[in-house]
């Protein structure tokens, strides 16, 4: 690990992803980060998600979440999700923010799932709605709302649909009630009565 730590920043960003990919995980949270900041989208695209969730929030941080394929953020466990910031969760695309685990997607924190545009929030799947906390669910905008898909209403628990307010109970669409099952739409009626 310190002989990874001793490359320069130079020589550290000239290993070619396949070399990247082999570099012990012990060594990577002990990396500056302005080396791990250097790296190339090709470069991370070499690191494994065991690798990335080895890296410590400073680390996570200098890294373009862009960069990331959806099969690295799938592979990122709830600490590595926790420790991307509010702006890298905010830069993610639809596809990384479907590709998020659900057993990830409660270390969004509510401000990072009130700050999602409808677009993030119509790819979030039905085990990922599932998956939520009511408390960070009632944390979606009724913009979020309303970009569900009806396959993602599924995920919803008559508990989820219970705690939102009337505005945001307001914003499901014709289409996502039709879709909703019989106790969801109970309580649904019930919030809005």
């Known amino acids: 690990s310190t002989e990874v730590q001793a ?3 130079p020589q550290l960003t000239g290993l070619p ?3 990247i990919g082999k570099l012990p995980t012990t060594a990577l949270p002990d990396l500056p980060t302005t080396q791990v900041g250097q790296l190339t989208a090709t470069q991370i695209h070499g690191l494994t998600s065991t690798q990335l969730n080895a890296f410590d929030a400073a680390e996570l941080d200098a890294i373009d979440v862009s960069y990331f394929a959806t099969s ?3 592979g990122l466990d709830a600490t590595a999700i ?3 910031t509010t702006t890298q969760i905010g830069a ?3 596809a990384q923010i479907g590709a998020i685990a659900s057993s990830a997607i409660n270390s969004l924190t509510t401000t990072e799932l009130n700050a999602l545009t ?3 929030a119509a790819a979030l799947t039905s085990s990922q709605i599932g998956a939520l906390t009511t408390t960070n669910f009632t944390s979606l905008t ?3 709302l309303s970009a569900l898909t009806t396959t993602a209403i599924a995920g919803l628990t008559t508990d989820d649909i219970s705690a939102l307010t009337t505005t ?6 014709t289409p996502q009630i039709q879709a909703m099952s019989v106790d969801q739409v109970v309580a649904l009626v019930t919030l809005l009565s």
């Open 118 to 120: 409808s677009t993030q």
């Open 92 to 94: 993610l695309s639809a």
């Open 72 to 74: 690295q953020i799938a």
């Open 82 to 84: 926790d420790n991307l």
């Open 142 to 144: 009724t913009d979020s």
């Open 168 to 173: 945001q109970g307001s914003a499901f669409t």
């Open 7 to 9: 490359l320069p920043t």
């Open 17 to 19: 992803a396949t070399q």
